[in-house]
Every structure is written in C-alpha cells, then in structure tokens.
T-cell receptor, first 112, second 114 residues
Framework: SQQGEEDPQALSIQEGENATMNCSYK?????LQWYRQNSGRGLVHLIL?????REKHSGRLRVTLDTSKKSSSLLITASRAADTASYFC????????????FGKGTKLTVNP | GAGVSQSPSNKVTEKGKDVELRCDPI?????LYWYRQSLGQGLEFLIY????????KSGLPSDRFSAERTGGSVSTLTIQRTQQEDSAVYLC????????????FGPGTRLLVL
C-alpha cells in the first residue's frame, strides 16, 4: 500500500485563490518531499521537510509537517493558471528500506 | 548543467516484443531509480541502484523486467515479451547520494503495447 496518500484526489480553484493539499502517511519518516508533475511527464522537486521541522516556505509554497498525526500539507498561495499540475508527496521510512514512496497525487486545476 | 535524459520519448511495440528503455542520469549522481506510472496513477517503484551496491529489485513486477547500470552511469530497463498491461510512462530519476535525497526526474518514456 502507498506510504503517502494525498487528499483531495482532485481540486479545482480560481486564479488568485489558495490551494491546500494534504498528505497522510503510516510510518515514522526521515523526511517528506513534495513534487509536481505536468502533463504526465517528469516530476519536479518542490520542497523537502525533515522530520524535526514543522513548517517550511519556498516562494508561494508553504509546507507543514505534523509527525504526531503523520500528515503534511502543501499550501500554494495566490494560485496561477500555470500551477495547474499534479502534486505528489513522497516519504521515506525511518529505519526501513531506502525507497521513497510516492502517493497517487492531487490533480490541481487553476482556472483563469 | 544537463538534467536526466531518457530515450526514446515514446515507444510503440507489439505484444510479445522486447523493449529497452535508456536513462542517462545527472553526472556524478550515484543513485538511480526507475518508476512506472500508469495513466492517472501514482508512481510505482521498480528498481534502485546505489553506487556499486547490489540493486534493490523489490519493485520489479515480474521476471520479464530487468535493469542494469553500466559503469555507474547509464541505465537500461528491459522488458521482455511485452504485455498490454506494461503500457505506461516509465520514469527514471537520479540523486546525488542515497535514496532520501532529492530526486531529479527525466521526462519519461511513454510505452504503448498494442
């Protein structure tokens, strides 16, 4: 089963609005990463948050991590049509196999 | 610098034929990964190479799938006797060191088995 599960599966918003995507996972982790994918092609790394961090910012992106709830959220502020993409969280299992496990992603549509 | 490259971009083959997919990782990256992504789905881990260590093949779905990495650089994923369910986008990624570091993805190879 997937270590990371994104929620919602799909999200449609208007340009200028904020978009929030959530990720839940099952085991203790070393870090959690968010990736973006356009048009079913290669993924682009957005941000990495370590297990001892609670919040991280990068431009219009804000990521939070709650290890007690085993969940993370990705907030995109002031969304743009160009933000339309699928967003995936990826986790590694602390003390486990050296694999990043990706969720099924949230498909974000930003309408102009 | 150059990113991860994959070839071919698209591959159409007939059921039962063998296919080879190639990945050129970022120079100096010691770790290389292959994933498979079916339409509208997440990434399915296939195999992971780290330096000269034995690869982690735990994600390969059947013995028709194999991969090698020559000289610690270029990797080839081979699918023998292709089946229609093998149709997917095959993504390659590399990272500087071990698996937990940021992964840099190639554009993928879209495989269609008729």
């Amino acid at each position: 089963s997937q270590q990371g599960e994104e929620d919602p599966q799909a999200l449609s918003i208007q340009e200028g609005e904020n978009a929030t995507m959530n990720c839940s996972y099952k085991t203790s982790i070393n870090n959690l990463q968010w990736y973006r994918q356009n048009s079913g092609r290669g993924l682009v790394h957005l941000i990495l948050i370590r297990s001892n961090e609670r919040e991280k910012h990068s431009g219009r992106l804000r990521v939070t991590l709650d290890t007690s709830k085993k969940s993370s959220s990705l907030l995109i502020t002031a969304s743009r049509a160009a933000d339309t993409a699928s967003y995936f969280c990826a986790t590694d299992e602390w003390g486990g196999s050296e694999k990043l496990v990706f969720g099924k992603g949230t498909k974000l549509t930003v309408n102009p | 610098g150059a990113g991860v490259s994959q070839s071919p971009s698209n591959k159409v083959t007939e059921k039962g034929k063998d296919v080879e997919l190639r990945c050129d990782p970022i120079s100096g990256h010691t770790a290389l990964y292959w994933y498979r992504q079916s339409l509208g789905q997440g990434l399915e881990f296939l195999i992971y190479f780290q330096g000269n260590s034995a690869p982690d093949k735990s994600g390969l779905p059947s013995d028709r799938f194999s991969a090698e990495r020559t000289g610690g650089s270029v990797s080839t994923l081979t699918i023998q006797r292709t089946q229609q369910e093998d149709s997917a986008v095959y993504l390659c990624a590399s990272s500087l060191y071990r698996n937990q570091e940021t992964q840099y993805f190639g554009p993928g190879t879209r495989l269609l088995v008729l």
